[in-house]
């Protein structure tokens, strides 16, 4: 009986270990599936720019079709996503250019000037975990891209 007992206790932990892994494979995925659209929202908004402003010496980029941009990567995007279904995805944008102004980090005294555009994802789902002592319902990643000099 003892070793009935043994095998059992060993079994449950090998399959949760199991169970473990899986669910552990798929945050991992839907992390860097969320990355990557991130960077591609990034770059592709960083695209679209005023071409009279930049004419004119100054960087302005074209808010409206950066965020079209991005809202059509993630509507065409969620088809490969590895993310359970019912999931949302939200996104917020920074554009930084010389019509919005630059942020500056505080702890250099140097001016960062330099046209970006941040992108920030977060995606809602069920939780992703089978295990009851484990709860991830939200995933968020960002990505920056900023303008050559």
């Not at 005023?50 to 409206?64: I, K, L, T, V």
């Amino acid at each position: 009986m003892k070793v009935f007992i043994v095998f059992m206790a060993i079994f449950v932990i090998h399959v949760s270990f199991l169970s473990y892994q899986g669910d552990m494979g798929r945050y991992v995925q839907s992390r860097n599936f969320l990355k990557a659209t991130a960077e591609e929202c990034a770059a592709g908004a960083a695209l679209y720019y005023d071409r009279e402003a930049y004419g004119q010496g100054n960087f302005h980029f074209s808010y409206e079709e950066g965020k079209q941009y991005i809202e059509y990567i993630l509507e065409h995007g969620m088809a490969a996503a590895p993310l359970p279904q019912g999931s949302r995805i939200s996104y917020e944008v920074v554009f930084q250019d010389d019509h919005l102004g630059y942020e500056n980090d505080p702890e250099s005294d140097e001016r960062n000037n330099i046209p970006s555009v941040t992108v920030t994802l977060n995606a809602k789902t069920q939780d992703l975990f089978a295990l009851p002592f484990f709860e991830v319902t939200e995933i968020t990643r960002a990505a920056r891209y900023e303008l050559p000099q």
